[in-house]
């Protein structure tokens, strides 16, 4: 039976510039982490204007895959990998993506004196992993606001790339207050060519 987790950090929470964000796999959706406001950004600047994400056929020129096994110290009493390993999963994901297709990494981005922080994470768990198993990590870059950087992950096994695990989660650049920052516009205008083949206007 498929399982389903929702996980979050109260501690770094959306702001109410957030509240018109649109699902960017569905533009006609709405869409909101609601939750209570822990810090008021002063800058007007700082309100989200969301980039589409690419239509169909193009949506997966925003995947990024890397190939993954399993070790036996993230296996639980039943055999299978935990639940919580899932988000380390995720997180390598994403640093290996900064590292292979952007100019930044979680190390850079540390010893500037900043970071990047999750504060919304969504997974819905279809199919277990065992010791020994590989898998394909996707990544995918839903789209972005000035502050923010929105994902969807997904977790296949090899070799008959059986779905394992479905997730989204949210990205927020924090400056050295540990407050929202704009995310810095090179690693915007990275983001984009890997997306779009083309420079971001923002």
Excluded at 94 to 121: M, P, Q
Excluded at 151 to 177: C, F, Q, R, Y
């Amino acid at each position: 039976m498929p399982m389903s987790a929702c996980l979050s950090n109260s501690n770094l929470l959306t702001t109410p510039s957030l509240r018109n964000i649109h699902y960017l796999s569905n533009p006609q959706r709405k869409s909101l982490v609601v939750a209570k406001q822990r810090f008021q950004p002063k800058r007007a600047q700082l309100s989200a204007n969301i980039h589409p994400l690419l239509q169909e056929p193009n949506a997966d020129r925003c995947v990024y895959q890397i190939e993954l096994s399993v070790r036996d110290y993230e296996l639980d009493q039943f055999g299978v990998v935990n639940n919580a390993v899932y988000p380390n999963y995720c997180q390598h994901g994403f640093n290996e993506f900064l590292k292979a297709c952007t100019s930044s990494s979680f190390d850079k981005i540390t010893r500037s004196g900043y970071s990047i922080a999750l504060c919304g994470v969504s997974f819905k768990f279809v199919a277990p992993l065992k010791s020994g198993d590989r898998f394909f990590m996707n990544i995918k870059i839903s789209g972005w606001s000035k502050t923010r950087l929105f994902l969807e992950h997904s977790i296949v096994k090899l070799p008959n790339e059986e779905p394992i695990m479905e997730g989204s989660a949210t990205t927020v650049w924090l400056d050295k207050n540990y407050r929202p920052m704009r995310i810095p516009p090179l690693t915007i205008s990275e983001v984009s060519k890997w997306c779009f083949g083309e420079k971001s206007s923002s």
